[in-house]
Structure formats: C-alpha cells, structure tokens
Nanobody, 129 residues
Framework: QAQVGLSGGGSVQAGESLRLTCTANNYVRSRPPCLGWFRQAPGQARKGIATIHIGTGATYYDSSVKDRFTMTQDGAEVTVHLQMDGLKPEDTGMYYC?????????????????????WGQGVQVTVSA
C-alpha cells in the first residue's frame, strides 16, 4: 500500500512563491502512478489543480494555476515538487497530494478525487494581499 507524504506550505504575501514536495513509496518502476495535487479553500470543496504521470511525465494543470504552478519530478523515486509562483490570495487553502497506479494512464489527464486512493496529510498555504 502506497504511503504519501507532503511537506512545505506556509504563509506568504501575494506575488511570492512557495514549494510543496510530495513523496510516495511502495511503487514499482513497472507500474508508475499518477500523482495529483488538490486544494481546499476555506468553505469550499476540495478541487484538483494538477496531475503528473510519473511514468510519462505528462502533466495537467487547472486553468486557475496554469502558467503559475509547475511540477517537477526529482530523481528516480516518486517525488514531485509543486513550485507555486505569483501566489494570489485565492490560492489560500489546504493542499493535498495523492497517488494511484491502478487507473489507466488516461485517468491522469484530469484531477478527479475518485481517481486517487492514497492521500497524504494536508499542508496549509496562506497568501495575504
């Protein structure tokens, strides 16, 4: 069973940057997972904002973060950084990462919660105006 860890987060001013790092273990090279990022703003439902397929490197970004957030893989393990630049107050929320290798590769083309079975703990990101 995969274990997912998430680090980073914090409080910044609008326009500044933060980096989150998600790691997952218990995956094998022959069956790379999809890794997704989700955000839950105060009083709102959790929403998918980005995905990356660990095997192909294919990425998906929600329009709310496209061109500001960038995912990069780190090394041979399942480690993905989410670089968040040009942060806005509306980016405030609890951030989560999740993985799953059981879905078809095409399922990684969108950030749907029900495509992911293994979740890390959330981290808070607060952006002040």
């Amino acid at each position: 069973q995969a274990q997912v860890g998430l680090s980073g987060g914090g409080s910044v001013q609008a326009g500044e940057s933060l980096r989150l790092t998600c790691t997952a273990n218990n995956y094998v090279r022959s069956r790379p997972p999809c890794l997704g990022w989700f955000r839950q703003a105060p009083g709102q439902a959790r929403k998918g904002i980005a995905t990356i397929h660990i095997g192909t490197g294919a990425t998906y970004y929600d329009s709310s973060v496209k061109d500001r957030f960038t995912m990069t893989q780190d090394g041979a393990e399942v480690t993905v950084h989410l670089q968040m630049d040009g942060l806005k107050p509306e980016d405030t929320g609890m951030y989560y990462c999740a993985t799953d290798a059981r879905r078809p590769r095409e399922a990684c083309e969108e950030a749907r919660e029900d495509n992911f079975g293994f979740w890390g703990q959330g981290v808070q990101v607060t952006v002040s105006a």
